[in-house]
């Protein structure tokens, strides 16, 4: 795969492109990846004769006689068939071996709907296979972590934390204050290349918070679009600790913690939970002094050199007197 900023299904199928035999159109929409197999168009034999069947994806497929016999035989049922295409999120379609006119005009329909239309050579099946094969060697690359993923000011912060120590309702302040939620309790990571870890929310819980005496809260509805994102490169790791269990009381050896997920090194900031603290903001200065280091920045650094600068000054003086 290409190292992209994100996973999207456009620049999936263009890695894949040969061996799915497809032609994308410029005009291919914008959408994520999601690592499911695709929906298949079926026929049936019951009433809806054409049915919705598979995973989760929001890529759909369905072979071109399949199409043919629809448009054909059974106009009646295409609007309801784009409504469940719809209601599942299905925002491509693809069309396997397609022959015949009605599969044109199927085609002007799925755009007049704005969903996208490509063909591909190969049979309903080969397709099906190979991108589900194609998916799973992805999926192979996950793994699912607990936790909270924020894009707080535009860094990739995954906090976590023992159950019930309050990681939620951080994140949920965090996004009161202009963060954007990836994913609450279960993260769905995937490694890019050697130097780069990428999280997402499973399907089910897109968008959703489970906040205690508040019970599951969606923020997309809540907030708007603006406080969530789909996925976002991890790049600062901050873990919640019990007031009790907090041993690190060098500054030092603090700022220089590091953790690994998946053999990507990240910096690791623990950061113990007692009463009266606000996590929010040490987690929002964690976010910010990260930003710094990226600039070249080392506020601790600084700091040591200094120290370091007037202990020397103050020894040569005493040396003078």
């Keep these: 795969m290409k190292k992209l900023e994100s996973l999207s ?14 032609e994308l159109p410029e005009s291919f929409p914008k959408c994520e990846l999601i690592l499911s197999a695709p929906v298949g168009i079926i026929r049936s034999q019951k009433t809806p004769r054409f049915r919705l069947k598979g995973g ?3 890529l759909a497929v369905a072979g071109g006689d399949v199409i043919e016999e629809l448009v054909k035989a059974y106009p009646r049922e295409i609007e309801g068939l784009l409504h469940r295409l719809k209601r599942r999120g299905v925002a491509v379609v693809i069309i396997c071996r397609p022959h015949g006119k009605h599969v044109q005009a199927f085609s002007e329909i799925l755009e007049s709907q704005n969903l ?13 296979q190979i991108f589900t094969e194609k998916i799973k060697d992805l999926q192979s690359r996950t793994l699912t972590l607990h936790g909270v ?23 949920l302040e965090l996004i009161m204050r202009g963060a954007r939620l990836v994913s609450d309790d279960a993260i769905d990571v995937v490694k890019r290349d050697e130097t780069s870890v990428y999280g997402m929310s499973p399907p089910i819980t897109r968008y959703h918070m489970e906040i205690r005496g508040l019970g599951i809260i969606n923020i997309r509805e809540l907030f708007g679009v603006s406080a969530v994102r789909p996925r976002k490169k991890i790049e600062l790791v901050i873990e919640f600790v019990r007031w009790e269990e907090y041993t690190n009381e060098d500054p030092i050896a603090a700022r220089e913690m ?19 603290r606000s996590l929010a903001t040490l987690v929002e200065i964690a ?3 990260y930003l710094l280091k990226r600039a070249g920045i080392y506020s601790g650094e600084d700091f040591e050199k200094r120290l370091e600068e007037k202990t020397k000054e103050l020894h040569i003086r005493r040396k003078d007197q």
Excluded at 9 to 21: I, N, Q, S, V
Excluded at 263 to 274: C, F
């Design 9 to 22: 299904l456009k620049e999936f199928l263009k890695d894949h492109a040969e061996e799915l035999c497809l």
């Design 56 to 58: 989760t994806s929001n």
């Design 116 to 128: 996208a239309f490509v063909e591909t050579r190969l049979s309903f099946n080969d397709f099906v």
């Design 149 to 171: 993923l924020l894009d707080i000011l535009g860094v990739g912060v995954l906090i976590k934390g023992p159950s019930g120590i309050g990681k939620s309702e951080v994140a």
């Design 258 to 276: 590091t953790t690994e997920i998946m053999g990507v090194k990240l910096p690791h900031v623990v950061v113990p939970v007692g009463p009266g």
């Design 287 to 289: 976010a910010r002094n």
